[in-house]
């Protein structure tokens, strides 16, 4: 059974910044796209960053291009977002999500396979 858990949400104040993690079982991040997303309540999922394992390709939503940075820890199978510069619109429930991948980035948008549960993040003005 393939699970991701989603921890490192929290209340921050604006300005700061926060490190999610995505640990990730059942399922190997060699060969893969992750993705981050985030949904604040009333509106639609929005995709932050996706990462494809196998070639290093990245893309960032404008909205964070320059505050967030994706990352993977293959040996211990975890994917991170760093947040930085932190604003109250920021905040919001983030999940990350996974599946097999060739070349290249997905989407920001792409439906993945696997999901986890989310975080919470709350910032504060």
């Known amino acids: 059974e393939v699970q991701l858990v989603e921890s490192g949400g929290g209340l921050v104040q604006a300005g700061g910044s926060l490190r999610l993690s995505c640990a990730v079982f059942?399922?190997?991040?060699?060969?893969?796209?992750i993705g981050w997303f985030r949904q604040a309540p009333g509106k639609e999922r929005e995709g932050l960053a996706c990462f494809n394992t196998k070639d290093s390709s990245t893309r960032y939503a404008e909205s964070v291009k320059g505050r967030f940075t994706i990352s993977r820890n293959t040996t211990e199978n975890v994917v991170y977002l760093q947040m930085n510069s932190l604003k109250p619109e920021d905040s919001a429930v983030y999940l990350c999500a996974a599946e097999g991948w060739g070349w290249g980035a997905p989407t920001l948008d792409h439906d993945y396979a696997y999901w986890g549960q989310g975080t919470q993040v709350t910032v504060s003005s």
């Open positions: 059942g399922f190997t991040l060699a060969e893969s796209a």
